[in-house]
Nanobody, 126 residues
């Protein structure tokens, strides 16, 4: 089945940076599409960023472009999300996710991810 363990969330001030990590284990392959999805209170889930399993091409939500960077360590497949210039709108639970079924392209909908981490809270407040 596989397991995803996230870390790196916390409470920061506007303008600060955080780096989230997601360590996968138990997956059959190491070239799935992987991404970050967040959910703020009272809002729908939002696909934040993804890295595909073919050539490592990345995608970002418009709300985070230029501020967030997704990356994957090929040695152990750990997924990272570097978040810079955080603002209060970034406050949410951030989930790491893997798309095991179908193609290795990044999903169009968050429901296409079929393995999820437990989530890590990111709170941006002054």
């Amino acid at each position: 089945q596989g397991q995803l363990v996230e870390s790196g969330g916390g409470l920061v001030r506007p303008g600060d940076s955080l780096r989230l990590s997601c360590k996968p284990s138990g997956f059959r392959r190491n070239d799935y599409a992987m991404g970050w999805v967040r959910q703020a209170p009272g809002k729908e889930r939002e696909r934040v960023s993804c890295i595909n399993g073919y050539d490592g091409t990345t995608t970002y939500a418009d709300s985070v472009k230029g501020r967030f960077t997704i990356s994957r360590d090929l040695a152990d497949n750990t997924l990272y999300l570097q978040m810079n210039n955080l603002n209060t709108e970034d406050t949410a639970i951030y989930y790491c996710a893997v798309k095991r079924s179908g193609s290795r392209w990044c999903p169009t909908y968050s429901s296409e991810y079929d393995s999820w981490g437990q989530g890590t809270q990111v709170t941006v407040s002054s």
